[in-house]
């Protein structure tokens, strides 16, 4: 069965500072993934997703991730936080593989807290 | 920008009572979820919907559960007999047509349900 983790529940660290947010996959193939953001009181926004092709991929407020099979990771960065970056970031996969039997059902990873610091 | 919304934002009920949430996919998707997340937990996958017919859904969606499109617009998720352990907060998302890995799932803000 899938899973997805994402190590660390909170992460802190200074507006400027580099932001790294990791998350890990368990999968008998690589999985289509997704890092989600959710600001207070909002819903889940896509910031950006792998399905095929370049490997590093770029999405919106300046982040990207990197998928690497061979660490079975997709881990979110970006180079220089800003307070408004604080919020939850959600890790999602779903099979490559689903054809017609899949209608797109996402597993989570249980999200990670950002807080940026002055 | 289309979005999804869901209504209410917060309900409170009691035990074994009947709740309705209530979702407004974005008009042109016409795949449908239901997600939820329990305090501290991860967010889980309740059901799909795609057809007017529910097209997968997990060992959490039990009998006490159903989701109908009643017209069109409207996507609704019902639970039968709310148990304390339904407490959580409710996610409602859809997407269009297309490859399903491809094709972006667009979520609500959420309904916050508390059961007591």
């Known amino acids: 069965a899938q899973s997805v983790t994402q190590l660390g529940s909170h992460v802190s660290v200074s507006e400027g500072a580099l932001v790294l947010l990791r998350c890990n996959y368990s999968s008998s193939v690589p999985p289509y993934l997704f890092w989600y953001v959710q600001y207070p009181n909002q819903g889940l926004q896509l910031l950006l997703k792998?399905?095929?092709?370049?490997?590093l991929v770029k999405g919106i407020n300046g982040f990207e991730a990197e998928f690497k099979k061979s660490e079975t990771s997709f881990h979110l960065t970006k180079p220089s936080a800003h307070m408004s970056d604080a919020a939850e970031y959600f890790c999602?996969?779903?099979?490559?593989?689903?054809?017609?039997?899949?209608?797109?059902?996402?597993?989570f990873g249980q999200g990670t807290i950002l807080t940026v610091h002055p | 920008e289309p979005e999804v919304t869901q209504t209410p934002s917060h309900q409170v009920t009691q035990m074994g009572q009947e709740v309705i949430l209530r979702c407004v996919p974005i008009?042109?998707?016409?795949?449908f979820y239901w997600y939820r997340q329990i305090l501290g937990q991860k967010v889980e996958f309740l059901v799909s919907f795609y057809n007017n017919e529910i097209s997968e859904k997990s060992e959490i969606f039990d009998d006490q559960f159903s989701v109908e499109r009643p017209d069109g617009s409207n996507f609704t998720l019902k639970i039968r007999s709310t148990k304390l352990e339904d407490s959580a907060m409710y996610f409602c998302?859809?997407?269009?047509?297309?490859?399903?890995?491809?094709?972006?799932?667009?979520f609500g803000p959420g309904t916050r349900l508390l059961v007591l």
């Open positions: 999602a996969a779903r099979p490559s593989n689903a054809g017609g039997t899949s209608y797109g059902k996402l597993t």
């Open positions: 008009s042109n998707h016409l795949y």
């Open positions: 998302a859809s997407r269009a047509r297309g490859l399903a890995g491809v094709e972006t799932q667009y």
């Open positions: 792998y399905t095929t092709g370049a490997t």
